[in-house]
């Protein structure tokens, strides 16, 4: 009995110390768990006082812009993302809340980009007036409340975090779609939204307890331990269950992504909700499902580089905790190599541990180089059925999303089948990534910051489109491509702004385009020229094919807007570019169009974020 209330009691000084930090009660640690928390604590804190103020009915008389605004704000200056081309190793990796979540570079630079995003959609939805004074608090609420999701889904480290960061970001996300009660496509676009959001979040939560009855375990780095260990004796039939699991756990990625064919709702949806909601699907979302697609399938791909022995040690403590086995088998299944975990574990009543359970090593050196093969054939089997699959969904939907825009007459629907597209071309990193993870993580590494680059340029194209099309819609009432025509005449500043926005879409040089599409097609270069797999040539081909089938639809909407003739039956539009409308579209134009003269220091700083994330 003395000795399960030591090991309790061990645990628990170890969950708080953990939590808080060493100190008080009311003291935390700028580097413990709640410390690296504390931007989504603040959202959670404005999201609180918006709901007070709305129960009092203060929402009425307070502009709940700026308290939202605030609380964003203040998020994003404690995050304090531009920190990571200062110093890299402030943001080293370290596990949050016994490894459910992670903080490293990475994580940090997704939340700052959905923060930073967080703010100009704020500015955005206050000057296209879609908010009213009566339900902005409502509508606030609901964004920051999916933001919140989406924060966490960029940190997840363990499965079920995962399928809570996204249910977390889905359901503010159906609400949003539908906040135009009395407009029928959009409750439509709600309840399309919320029935496929169901179903593909019941498929990967099928998926994620099909992994954790495998491998008796659903944290990403232990997974990947216990995968390199166990997926070379598994028989046929258990290799059949772990691919099915895949492939689930991919499905409700892919309904996130908007990636094919798990695309059929985004379409209906940015149609039916306005341009605003659309604007924060195409880009917030966009930006955490790609930064969780990056965290999974490195966690269950790789095993992360440290010298730390508490790594080892934080692996064997949680595979105790989920497989019930011998201390001794745990230390000879762990890898000698392992992420650094963020577990603090008592020297003391790790010593009688250690010397209750003495560890017996007499593996002669064949053997250890046989286990040592068998450990990278199973995580190398595992790198290759996710690559090629990531690899066949990516090409599949860019192409389709493609070739779908073709023929929209709705701009929004347009836009949405750009957004598919966009998705499937950035999803061309991920396989370039697993492909070369092991071989030269540097390279792996160069991928994944093609990623975070073009994460920022899209989300001043993107949001510059989106914008566009709110102000036309607020002047014309109208979003019909054809409605668009002899917009140069009229308002020739914003037309402009539209059109280098599209060229940029399509990545054309000297835009900002150009360098997004450079930088995810060189890494796939790079990895097919270190590795050889012709899956990556097929993977390139096809996006360079794509950029050139993307020319049609986005070139085809600035001829209508420049060379045809203003319809007689339109109202008069009165939208310039020297207004408080113009002077935001103008705002994300500059970076479009400027960012290829100095684009050094986003280099540096996508690459100071991905620094830790192999290990490398």
């Known amino acids: 009995m003395e000795l399960v209330a030591s090991s309790l009691f061990d645990l628990v000084s170890d969950v708080i110390r953990d939590t808080k930090g060493i100190g008080g009660w009311l003291s935390i640690a700028p580097d413990s768990s709640v410390g690296l928390f504390i931007p989504e604590i603040l959202l959670c804190g404005t999201i609180l006082a918006m709901l007070v103020l709305r129960l009092f009915r203060l929402g009425e008389?307070?502009?709940?812009?700026?308290?939202?605004?605030?609380?964003?704000?203040?998020?994003?200056?404690?995050?304090?993302?531009?920190?990571?081309?200062?110093?890299?190793?402030?943001?080293?990796?370290?596990?949050?809340?016994?490894?459910?979540?992670?903080?490293?570079?990475?994580?940090?630079?997704?939340?700052?980009?959905?923060?930073?995003?967080?703010?100009?959609?704020?500015?955005?939805?206050?000057?296209?007036?879609?908010?009213?004074?009566?339900?902005?608090?409502?509508?606030?609420?609901?964004?920051?409340?999916?933001?919140?999701?989406?924060?966490?889904?960029?940190?997840?480290?363990?499965?079920?975090?995962?399928?809570?960061?996204?249910?977390?970001?889905?359901?503010?996300?159906?609400?949003?779609?539908?906040?135009?009660?009395?407009?029928?496509?959009?409750?439509?676009?709600?309840?399309?939204?919320?029935?496929?959001?169901?179903?593909?979040?019941g498929i990967m939560l099928y998926g994620i307890s099909l992994l954790a009855g495998l491998f008796h375990t659903v944290h990403l780095p232990t997974l990947a331990a216990q995968i390199s260990t166990m997926l070379p004796q598994m028989e046929t039939p258990e290799l059949m269950v772990a691919a099915l699991a895949g492939l689930m756990i991919m499905a409700g990625l892919a309904y996130k992504l908007s990636a094919f064919p798990f695309h059929y709702w985004i379409p209906d949806v940015f149609e039916g909700a306005p341009a605003e909601v659309g604007a924060f699907l195409s880009i917030a979302s966009k930006a955490a499902a790609l930064a969780l697609l990056v965290r999974v399938v490195v966690g269950m791909g790789t095993l992360p580089d440290s010298s730390e022995t508490a790594a080892r040690d934080s692996v064997v403590a949680r595979a105790r905790q989920d497989n019930p086995a011998t201390p001794a088998d745990l230390l000879a299944q762990a890898p000698p190599a392992q992420s650094t975990m963020y577990v603090r574990h008592d020297e003391e009543h790790a010593a009688a541990e250690t010397e209750d359970h003495p560890r017996e090593d007499h593996a002669t050196p064949g053997e250890s180089d046989s286990a040592t093969s068998a450990t990278t054939d199973g995580l190398e089997t595992a790198r290759t059925f996710m690559a090629k699959l990531i690899a066949l969904i990516a090409i599949v939907t860019c192409t389709f999303g493609n070739l779908a825009a073709y023929g929209q007459k709705n701009i929004k629907r347009m836009l949405a089948y750009s957004t598919i597209a966009h998705a499937g071309f950035m999803m061309m990193a991920v396989p370039a990534l697993l492909a070369v993870a092991d071989s030269h993580p540097q390279v792996a590494a160069s991928a994944v910051s093609g990623i975070a680059i073009y994460l920022v340029i899209y989300l001043f194209m993107n949001l510059g489109a989106f914008a566009i099309v709110a102000f036309l819609r607020n002047e014309m009432g109208s979003e019909q491509i054809d409605d668009y025509a002899g917009l140069l005449k009229c308002c020739p500043g914003i037309t402009l702004c539209f059109v280098v926005i599209l060229f940029s879409l399509i990545g054309l040089p000297p835009l900002a385009g150009f360098i997004a599409k450079f930088a995810v097609l060189a890494s796939v270069a790079d990895a097919f020229r270190l590795s050889g797999h012709p899956y990556l040539m097929g993977v390139l081909v096809v996006g360079v094919l794509n950029t050139a089938i993307s020319l049609i639809y986005y070139l085809r909407v600035a001829r209508v807007m420049t060379m045809l003739p203003e319809p007689e039956s339109r109202v008069p539009i009165s939208l310039p570019l020297f207004s408080v409308a113009g002077w935001y579209v103008l705002a994300m134009t500059i970076p479009v169009a400027f960012l290829i003269v100095n684009w050094g220091s986003l280099h540096r700083t996508a690459t100071a974020a991905v620094a830790h994330l192999l290990g490398s």
């Not at 029928?184 to 959001?197: D, H, I, Q, T």
């Open 61 to 201: 008389k307070l502009d709940m812009f700026y308290v939202a605004l605030i609380g964003v704000g203040a998020a994003l200056l404690v995050l304090s993302p531009w920190r990571l081309s200062e110093n890299a190793e402030l943001f080293a990796r370290r596990e949050l809340f016994t490894g459910l979540l992670v903080y490293d570079g990475f994580s940090v630079f997704i939340r700052g980009l959905l923060l930073g995003f967080g703010v100009l959609f704020l500015v955005f939805a206050k000057i296209s007036g879609i908010p009213s004074r009566y339900d902005s608090a409502d509508i606030y609420t609901l964004v920051l409340g999916a933001t919140l999701g989406l924060c966490i889904m960029s940190a997840a480290n363990h499965l079920l975090v995962v399928f809570m960061g996204v249910e977390m970001a889905s359901v503010p996300s159906y609400a949003l779609a539908g906040m135009q009660k009395r407009d029928r496509k959009a409750s439509e676009a709600a309840l399309k939204f919320a029935v496929y959001g169901a179903g593909a979040a």
